[in-house]
């Protein structure tokens, strides 16, 4: 049954170009008419109604419900039916392997989370990441068949956010500095093997930025550049509704990018971005200023951190507002060379001290870009909350087999 999707890459094929444009639209505006789709998609009436009747015969679409009158004939509405696949989405986190399922609307069904032990081996985590899309396809909708077997079969695949950076080419992670020990290894085929299902892979920063623009739809449209903030530091680039990877997967691996001549940083070097606003950055500025990070994970320690800022710790809302400015000044350069409107900032980093991050960052903003231009720079919350990585990974999935770009390169 799967087989009928896939074609070489490892990528779902579920229809030509067209089909995608069209598929991609619906989705994308939450219930649109066929004279509106029409019109976005520049394809003539003719085409579009046979493109609707084929999405619809394959259960993709539905018809539901009617556009308000405009004075004429009232129009039908076509949406997607979310359940007619989902996908998986796992994020392999230095500290956890979180996973969900996700419809074709973007929603979480279900989800899943690990601890990954401090010094795991690469087996080790396939392992687990192997396990986490079993309990997740078993969750599934069609998880059972009249036999009571258990199958996926409406599961599409599996997208691995991984931390940067990635070979895209050869599906491995490359000595990622958040994974230390870990040399080059082909993550995205051992999961697929393991786990029995295609396995698409990006990075962080990039796979979230791709479930921020799926679930967000008219609000995630056009241009922007997505933060992600969590155990390190990356960018996702979205520009004119496309996510522009670069040519290695690593386009927006901004976390090692200098930023002046103090810190150490985990990679080795000094002044990186990290060495001054990721979690360990913060956290360690914190111990080394006398105060209590008691021996608890990384990822604890500074949720105790930005708990305490919000609730109005002097000390510790300076510490936050300190790693917020250096990431605030990196963005003015990133804002001015893509010149782009919008700054979306997400990731488990924003949990409790987001606004005070949000805050600074959009003071140095503007501050820092609007002498340069005439537009201001909005800076948004993400839609997606902590679970950023996972859904963005999901997202990949889906991306991957209706994305206009992709489906161009899959020959539809
Ligand atoms: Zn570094």
């Known amino acids: 049954m799967r087989q009928e999707f896939w074609q070489g890459t490892n990528l779902p094929r579920v229809g030509g170009f067209n089909r995608a444009v069209v598929l991609d639209a619906i989705r994308a505006n939450g219930g649109v008419s066929r004279v509106e ?28 419900g009617h556009a308000p009158s405009t004075g004429g004939k009232r129009r039908v509405m076509l949406r997607v039916v979310p359940d007619a696949y989902q996908s998986v989405g796992l994020h392999l986190d230095p500290e956890r392997i979180t996973g969900v399922l996700l419809d074709l609307d973007g929603r979480v069904r279900a989800r899943s989370t690990r601890r990954v032990a401090a010094g795991a081996s690469p087996d080790a985590v396939v392992g687990a990441l192997a396990r986490t899309v079993g309990h997740l396809v078993r969750r599934s909708t069609a998880a059972s068949t009249e036999d009571g077997e258990v199958e996926g079969g409406r599961v599409l695949g599996v997208g691995l956010a991984v931390p940067g950076p990635v070979d895209d080419a050869h599906r491995r992670v490359f000595s990622p500095p958040n994974l230390p020990g870990w040399p080059e290894v082909p993550l995205a085929d051992l999961v697929e093997e393991r786990a029995g299902l295609p396995v698409v892979m990006d990075n962080d920063a990039t796979a979230a930025a791709i479930g921020e ?4 739809g008219a609000e995630r449209s056009g241009s922007f550049v997505y933060v992600y903030l969590g155990s390190g530091v990356g960018l996702g680039v979205v520009l004119g509704d496309q996510v522009y990877r670069g ?7 901004v976390g090692h990018l200098p930023t002046g001549t103090g810190k150490e940083c985990a990679c080795g070097k000094r002044g990186c971005l990290e060495a001054y606003c990721s979690m360990r950055a913060v956290v360690a500025e914190w111990t080394a200023a006398g105060g209590a990070a008691g021996g608890a994970a990384i990822s604890d320690a500074y949720q ?37 409107d919008r700054v979306v900032l997400g990731g488990p980093a924003l949990r409790h001290g987001g606004e005070i991050i949000r805050e600074r960052v959009r003071r140095q903003l503007l501050g820092q870009v609007r002498a340069a231009r005439a537009r201001p720079v909005e800076v948004h919350s993400a839609l997606i909350g902590e679970d950023a990585g996972a859904v963005g990974a999901a997202s990949l999935v889906l991306d991957h087999a209706y994305s206009p770009r992709l489906a161009t390169l899959l020959g539809g």
């Open 247 to 253: 040519l290695s997967g690593n386009a927006g691996e």
């Open 37 to 64: 789709l029409a019109r976005r998609t520049g394809l003539t009436a003719q085409t579009m109604s046979n493109i609707v009747r084929a999405l619809m015969a394959d259960g993709l679409v539905t018809e539901d």
């Open 304 to 340: 105790r951190i930005c708990r305490d800022a919000a609730r109005g710790d002097v000390a510790a809302a300076r510490l936050l507002r300190q790693a917020a400015s250096r990431l605030g000044q990196a963005l003015a350069t990133v804002v001015s060379v893509l010149d782009v």
């Open 213 to 216: 623009r799926w679930s967000g």
